[in-house]
């Protein structure tokens, strides 16, 4: 059986027809910079946590969507050398660029771009988002598709990803109220940041803000006699005293 050459399916799809774009260069890089996709704040463990918003895609009438994907790469080249992780907002787009053009943008992103994608959250995924994705993941990326996870709720992707740093388009919330009446957020983003503490003190009171105050006299002697008794010894003097 032959594999599957994406440059041959490539080449049997029509020509889109050029669009003259009633955005300037610069305001199209602007609206991709800061409406279709951008940096918002890291997931759980700390790595770069990229959204896109469909619902900020302009008229593919009056806006050349081919203009538009270097600007879109050029976003992404900025994170894919580390793991980093994408939420696409599907739920509220208004335009919707032709399978045609997806299929072209999908065969720009090469493996530089899937290799550190750690996950793809689909949140509010209709039946075109799924087709699509489900399409191109099964017949060209097998392996890309055990990254993609559909997301029904904006309370469903807080259990994902930190969603209170997340900037999220009011016309995504309008289109989550069609699954939920409210938006429930795990308990453990409200414990607020989190403070390094030593037996109860943040270290800052020990140490001082700028580590002023030296290591405590406490973490020497400690260090000292793990030297001179040996780690295991240590343990087990402290073993006995604890029984």
Known sequence: MSS???SGLRSMLPAISSVTSIHTEKELSELVETKIIY?????LESKPLLVFCACNLPNPKDTDYDQMLPLILAKLDQFVESDYTVVLFSGGAVYRPSWVWLLKAYSKLSRKYKKNLKNLYVVHPSRWPRLILDMMNI?????FARKVVYVETISKLASYVPIKQ????????DCNLQFESQIIIPSIY????????????PLESLMGHDAELGVPQF????????RTQGFYCSLNIIHDKLV
């Open 219 to 226: 973490f020497y002697e400690c260090v000292e006699f793990v």
């Open 139 to 143: 017949v060209i990326s097998p392996k």
């Open 4 to 6: 599957f050459s994406f």
């Open 190 to 201: 409200d414990k607020g940041p989190y403070t390094p503490l030593a037996f109860g003190v």
């Open 39 to 43: 940096q918002s704040g890291v997931d």
């Open 166 to 173: 997340i900037q999220i388009p009011d016309a995504v919330y």
